[in-house]
């Protein structure tokens, strides 16, 4: 089911089409891995016993965060790095518990907090990884995000520099750029063995988001030196 998202996402990303997520009919296409109508005459099989099928067994259900998995400046690599985390898809450690892979000793954070590792543990409430949220928020100049759920995380995330479109769609790709960094600090640490710090961590955020932004802003392109204490500012956003 994964693999025939992903590569629907994939392949309306190449179309060229609309970056607002997979729609219900596709979906449902991906997951029967045929023609539901078709099969609808011949066993009664109806589109809304597949949606229902497929909401009871999606683990977050399809909500505002999912809306804010694409931005038109964000890699997709790294939206798709955000649909498989808003699904709990991603290998964290208690997944591949859960699924054999890994023996239950086998738990731990990689940051050394001394937790179990999960999608919720590494990207919200470790004492490490968790701690970026609220740098990336003093950078940005936002307020703080309480939210204890992923999804709700990244919509609160994205309004909480104000309400205007601009601000949204910032805030929107910092969640994003944050994310990505957490986990390929996560990796880094688990399969390199080198550890970056958390203001290590802040940099790149910076860095990436800067380098995705300029393509089309040519204001920002030419202040990276302001861009790296007060991104609104550069932005026209204040
Ligand atoms: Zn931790």
């Not at 998202?5 to 045929?34: C, E, F, P």
């Not at 950078?139 to 609160?156: C, E, I, M, R």
């Not at 994310?179 to 860095?207: C, I, P, Q, Y």
């Amino acid at each position: 089911m994964l693999n025939s998202m992903v590569i629907l996402m994939v392949d309306d990303d190449i179309g060229g089409g609309s970056r607002g997520g997979v729609g219900v009919a596709q979906t449902v296409k991906g997951v029967g891995g045929g023609d539901v109508e078709g099969s609808e005459l011949d066993s009664g099989y109806t589109v809304r016993s597949a949606y229902q099928l497929l909401t009871d067994q999606v683990v977050a259900p399809l909500d505002a965060a999912a809306g804010l998995i694409w931005h038109p400046q964000v890699p997709l690599k790294v939206s798709i790095l955000a649909w498989r985390l808003l699904r709990d898809r991603l290998p964290t450690k208690s997944n591949l518990i859960t699924r054999g892979v890994l023996p239950v000793a086998a738990h731990f954070c990689v940051s050394g907090c001394g937790e179990a590792e999960s999608a919720h543990h590494s990207f919200l409430s470790c004492s490490t990884f968790g701690s970026l949220w609220p740098l990336v928020s003093s950078w940005a100049g936002s307020s703080l995000v309480t939210a204890q759920t992923l999804p709700d995380h990244f919509v609160q995330f994205t309004s909480s520099a104000g309400g205007s479109r601009a601000r949204r769609s910032f805030m929107q790709l910092l969640w994003l750029v944050s994310v990505w960094v957490v986990w390929t600090e996560r990796n880094h640490r688990l399969f390199r063995g080198s550890a970056n710090s958390l203001s290590h961590m802040l940099d790149k955020m910076k860095t990436f988001s800067y380098r995705w932004l300029r393509v089309n802003n040519s204001t920002i392109a030419l202040n990276f030196h302001s861009w790296w204490f007060s991104p609104m500012l550069c932005l026209g956003l204040v």
